[in-house]
């Protein structure tokens, strides 16, 4: 089992603790002394930063979340002066302004060494050929996994997202080992590269490290047939760092988290209260070292569980379920929590139907309708009625099944859907427009 930095990935349990109260305790004071919102968040709270003497006082620290991050735009929220920081970075905002994150030099060495860890964890080497294939930019993605994958000695090549045929040219010129992309990219590469007359063999590539969507085992296992690899997941998020936070190992029985960079907590997100280990609720995070941008309890809004056993890989850093989903992505139809997480894992199970699909929102009255498209592997089966709609009716009764909801269904042809170079947009939201 490759480790990048085997001593503090295996560190005790008491030997984490120790770090991350020591570290919980300077980054309080930090955000205390140069972060007028902390300031004023933790005097109203009656925090004194130097009153934290256990892991479990951080439950008297008030949440953060975007909104405040988005009421602080651009760099309110910046725990040091624009002259130490080096690097900005931002997420899309969905509405209006964009999320921006600042970097200090020493933030960046720590971000490239936790990317270094979690592909090391994947199974990267310095022997490998990493092929980057998320947009350039403001985006934390590409330029994340970049510097990661430089510090663990591989040879990138960063081609950053779509011309999709190039990037199969250079990936087999090259003998690309290691793919960087959304799942549904791989995906799509794998595709293209049939229609274009490639062979598996004329590609070397044996590893996926996948991430910025989400990801069923399913479709996952899809992506590894299509290319004959060995893909892992990985998770983070530009507020907190960019990806790095957490990833999974070789045994792939969670994401590893980087417990003495960051503090994690689960809580029920309806009553903020903390849930135990191994329930499900909303991930909190804690930034412990980030000196330009650091967060105290950032609500993530991702839905995970986390247990502390230590991994049989040697981990002992405490792990996370690939998220189910975003309590923000969860849909409400006819009074039915839905994920489309639940929606992709049925549509992958079956075998006619080639991974890709659409959901359309509408809203009828005060309720809200799913409809789903799928698309077809098998165009011939447009043309036989009863087979169509045999098909039709084994989609829906698999969704009505899993979901415990009637949804219509229509088979569309084969690529007919969209296909994304980065994240899929597969929710098509009608509801303001019905
Ligand atoms: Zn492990």
Redesign the pocket.
Known sequence: ?GFFNKEAETMSRGEIEAVQLERLRQVVRRCYDNVPFYHKRLDEAGVDPDRIRALSDIQYIPYTTKEDIRDNYPCGLFAVPKSQVVRIHASSGTTGKPTVVGYTQNDLEVWSELVARICA?AGATADDVAQICFGYGLFTGALGLHYGLEKLGCMVVPTSSGNTERQLMLMKDLGTTAVIATPSYAMYMAESARELGYAKGDFQLRLGILGSEGCTPELRDKIEEAWGIFVTDNYGMSELMGPGVSG????R??L?FAEDHFLPEIVNPATLEAVPDGQPGELVITTLTKEAFPLLRYRTKDITRITKEP?????THA?MDKTTGRSDDMLKIRGVNVFPSQIESVIMNIKEVAGHYQLVLRRQGYTDTLEVNVELVDNTLLEKYSELEKLTQKVHDALKVTLGLDCPVTLVQSKSLERFAGKAKRIVDLRDKS
């Open positions: 089992m964890a999974e190992c070789e045994l029985c969670g590893h991994c049989a890989c040697g981990r792990r």
